[in-house]
């Protein structure tokens, strides 16, 4: 084309297996950025991070140029979204440009070939069998079947040629895998643009009607979610968390709709919106409550919930308990000195004050994790917990296009595998009449693996020699 017009042009640039390498490692590239640097978070936290890379002289300067190309938000970014674009537009150009021809191959049924083209084929076996050609027709045949061969007969004189073909559809796994990725292109892009992902901590006992993105804005959720309660276990003996589960309520129109306990890698989804278990902190209250419960020397057992500098009675007695002090975590340093070593209830204790109408009797801290602090003159007091005050820190995520990433991630699953495991083969077998023997020739071809294919044809080849014997 001498003069090719601009649509000409255009279409040719976005039809170039050029673009789509340069466009594609551009897109790689800009990933691992994307994953070493946070994405829409404070700059402090990104800023700390180039100090330790480039050191503190230029780690601002480096950060500012980051800040303006958009790195720091990268999967926003126009210049982002433009590269997604391109490489959508450039897969479908070249499926536009590509696949007609390979239709027209698919369509197109096998058909028998002249015997001059027989010396044409790159895999080629010539061999003679000590049988008549009808009887080393059906052997043939049977062999070939093993291998997933129908083969058709069309016979001329004393000749008959047998051809068949599979895996034609094979040719299409390109395609299909290109489809995949615009499906997934366009999942990406629904979550980015119609989703979010916020967080959410929730004090136990309360509730909340929206969620907050990074730089604090709120989303609302369209419904309420409530912290009935927080856990957390721990190794024994250490002080790591085991695992920490939150029992959730979902409230819509002033009604409780859902309740699910949720842990790590076991969240809540409730329309659209998935709420995952990712951390918990300590924040107690004036109406925090203290969980005790009792069993007294008689045996009688009583479970209570009382506030800070509150009493309780122990079953048949009169002896009356007032929670005097409380530590998350409490410690003993060498010297005895008791002392609190954690903001978070990593080893929480109450101290106890035992009163006999006015007089105090005893005084005993009660830790929550060693039972063997439990146990009083009077019985033993466990303690539960300190609820409401403990909030469990949700991650809440809103990406209504991960049914199509997952639709894709299928289908390009099963295109990956037809274009790399599956394969178009053909074959064609001229049978000659030769008194009472038959003379073969069979050749082939395919678009792929010719080796594998020609060590197969062999091995047929082989098996029918030794059964001619």
Same mark, same amino acid.
């Given at each position: 084309?001498?003069?090719?017009?601009?649509?000409?042009?255009?279409?040719?640039?976005?039809?170039?297996?050029?673009?789509?390498?340069?466009?594609?490692?551009?897109?790689?590239?800009?990933?691992?950025? $994307?994953?070493?640097?946070?994405?829409?978070?404070?700059?402090?936290?990104?800023?700390?991070?180039?100090?330790?890379?480039?050191?503190?002289?230029?780690?601002?300067?480096?950060?500012?140029?980051? %800040? @303006?190309? $958009?790195?720091?938000?990268?999967?926003?970014?126009?210049?982002?979204?433009?590269?997604?674009?391109?490489?959508?537009?450039?897969?479908?150009?070249?499926?536009?440009?590509?696949?007609?021809?390979?239709?027209?191959?698919?369509?197109?049924?096998?058909?028998?070939?002249?015997?001059?083209?027989?010396?044409? #084929?790159?895999?080629?076996?010539?061999?003679?069998?000590?049988?008549?050609?009808?009887?080393?027709?059906?052997?043939?045949?049977?062999?070939?079947?093993?291998?997933?061969?129908?083969?058709?007969? *069309?016979?001329?004189?004393?000749?008959?040629?047998?051809?068949?073909?599979? $895996?034609?559809?094979?040719?299409?796994?390109? =395609?299909?895998?290109?489809?995949?990725?615009?499906?997934?292109?366009?999942?990406?892009?629904? $979550?980015?643009?119609?989703?979010?992902?916020?967080?959410?901590?929730?004090?136990?006992?309360?509730?909340?009607?929206?969620? =907050?993105?990074?730089?604090?804005?709120?989303?609302?959720?369209? #419904?309420?979610?409530?912290?009935?309660?927080?856990?957390?276990?721990?190794?024994?003996?250490?002080?790591?968390?085991?695992?920490?589960?939150?029992?959730?309520?979902?409230?819509?129109?002033?009604?409780?709709?859902?309740?699910?306990?949720?842990?790590?890698?076991?969240?809540?989804?409730?329309?659209?919106?998935?709420?995952?278990?990712?951390? =918990?902190?300590?924040?107690?209250?004036?109406?925090?409550?203290?969980?005790?419960?009792? @069993?007294?020397?008689?045996? !009688?057992?009583?479970?209570?919930?009382?506030? #800070?500098?509150?009493?309780?009675?122990?079953?048949?007695?009169?002896?009356?308990?007032?929670?005097?002090? #409380?530590?998350?975590?409490?410690?003993?340093?060498?010297?005895?000195?008791?002392?609190?070593?954690?903001?978070?209830?990593?080893?929480?204790?109450?101290?106890?004050?035992?009163?006999?109408?006015?007089?105090?009797? *005893?005084?005993?801290?009660?830790?929550?994790?060693?039972?063997?602090?439990?146990?009083?003159?009077?019985?033993?007091?466990?303690?539960? %917990?300190?609820?409401?005050?403990?909030?469990?820190?949700?991650?809440?995520?809103?990406?209504?296009?991960?049914?199509?990433?997952?639709?894709?991630?299928?289908?390009?699953?099963?295109?990956? =595998?037809?274009?790399?495991?599956?394969?178009?083969?053909?074959?064609?077998?001229?049978?000659?009449?030769?008194?009472?023997? @038959?003379?073969?020739?069979?050749?082939?071809?395919?678009?792929?693996?010719? *080796? @594998?294919?020609?060590?197969?044809?062999?091995?047929?080849?082989?098996?029918?020699?030794?059964?001619? !014997?």
């Amino acid at each position: 084309m001498l003069n090719p017009s601009f649509i000409d042009r255009i279409w040719y640039f976005l039809s170039s297996v050029k673009l789509a390498i340069f466009v594609f490692t551009t897109i790689g590239i800009s990933s691992i950025f $994307g994953t070493i640097i946070d994405q829409s978070s404070d700059p402090e936290k990104n800023i700390k991070l180039l100090t330790k890379i480039f050191g503190q002289s230029i780690a601002l300067d480096v950060y500012k140029i980051i %800040d @303006t190309i $958009g790195l720091n938000n990268m999967y926003h970014s126009w210049w982002f979204i433009t590269l997604l674009f391109v490489f959508a537009s450039n897969l479908i150009v070249c499926t536009l440009e590509r696949l007609p021809s390979v239709l027209k191959i698919i369509k197109e049924p096998i058909k028998p070939i002249n015997e001059e083209q027989f010396s044409n #084929f790159p895999i080629r076996h010539h061999f003679t069998l000590n049988m008549h050609i009808d009887k080393a027709s059906k052997l043939i045949s049977d062999a070939f079947s093993k291998s997933g061969f129908k083969l058709y007969e *069309n016979r001329e004189d004393n000749n008959i040629q047998s051809y068949s073909e599979k $895996g034609k559809y094979s040719r299409l796994g390109l =395609y299909i895998t290109h489809i995949s990725i615009l499906l997934l292109f366009l999942g990406v892009i629904a $979550g980015l643009f119609k989703g979010f992902n916020g967080y959410l901590n929730l004090l136990e006992g309360t509730n909340s009607s929206v969620a =907050y993105l990074q730089n604090g804005q709120e989303i609302p959720l369209g #419904f309420e979610i409530r912290c009935d309660d927080f856990d957390v276990s721990f190794y024994e003996g250490s002080d790591t968390p085991k695992s920490y589960k939150s029992n959730l309520t979902i409230i819509e129109n002033g009604k409780e709709v859902l309740k699910q306990q949720i842990e790590v890698n076991s969240p809540l989804r409730y329309k659209g919106i998935t709420f995952y278990q990712s951390s =918990y902190g300590f924040s107690p209250s004036p109406q925090s409550l203290f969980h005790f419960r009792i @069993t007294s020397r008689s045996k !009688k057992q009583l479970e209570t919930k009382i506030h #800070f500098d509150e009493q309780f009675t122990i079953p048949d007695t009169n002896i009356t308990v007032k929670v005097a002090d #409380f530590s998350p975590a409490i410690a003993m340093d060498e010297s005895g000195k008791l002392f609190t070593y954690a903001d978070n209830m990593v080893n929480p204790a109450v101290f106890l004050e035992f009163y006999d109408g006015k007089s105090i009797i *005893n005084r005993q801290w009660v830790l929550k994790r060693f039972p063997q602090s439990w146990v009083f003159p009077e019985g033993e007091i466990e303690f539960v %917990d300190l609820w409401g005050s403990q909030y469990t820190g949700l991650q809440v995520r809103k990406d209504p296009g991960v049914w199509l990433v997952y639709l894709a991630c299928l289908i390009m699953s099963v295109g990956l =595998y037809m274009s790399f495991f599956m394969t178009h083969k053909k074959i064609w077998i001229l049978l000659k009449k030769n008194a009472n023997k @038959t003379d073969v020739i069979i050749v082939a071809s395919t678009n792929k693996y010719k *080796n @594998t294919f020609e060590n197969k044809i062999q091995e047929t080849v082989s098996s029918l020699l030794k059964t001619d !014997k």
